[in-house]
């Protein structure tokens, strides 16, 4: 059974910093292509950040690069969203996804952790 279990989450002020982490298990963490997605109240989910499997190559969305670091170690199976320089914008329910490299189908989400940035 794959499970993925975001942590990190909370209220910080405007500027301040979080990590999120999403710890993966019942998968071969390797064979999958991480990223974390945000959801907004009344706005739809957006890519935030995606890694590859051995972490080379990484990619943002323009309103956190800069600010937000995506990782992962492939030994404690876990993902991280180094977050910093905090805006209200970021607001959001933060979710980290898998997407095995050449299975298609096998694509897995977490429950989410709330981000809120507020003075």
């Known amino acids: 059974q794959v499970q993925l279990v975001e942590s990190g989450g909370g209220l910080v002020q405007p500027g301040g910093s979080l990590r999120l982490s999403c710890a993966a298990s019942?998968?071969?963490?390797?064979?999958?292509?991480m990223s974390w997605y945000r959801q907004a109240p009344g706005k739809e989910r957006e890519l935030v950040a995606v890694?590859?499997?051995?972490?080379?190559?990484?990619n943002y969305v323009d309103s956190v690069k800069g600010r937000f670091t995506i990782s992962r170690d492939n030994v404690k199976n876990t993902m991280y969203l180094q977050m910093n320089s905090l805006k209200p914008e970021d607001t959001a329910v933060y979710y980290c996804?898998?997407?095995?490299?050449?299975?298609?189908?096998?694509?897995?989400w977490g429950q989410g952790t709330q981000v809120t940035v507020s003075s």
């Open positions: 996804k898998a997407a095995h490299w050449t299975m298609i189908r096998n694509v897995y």
């Open positions: 019942g998968l071969t963490f390797s064979s999958y292509v």
């Open positions: 890694i590859t499997r051995n972490g080379g190559n990484t």
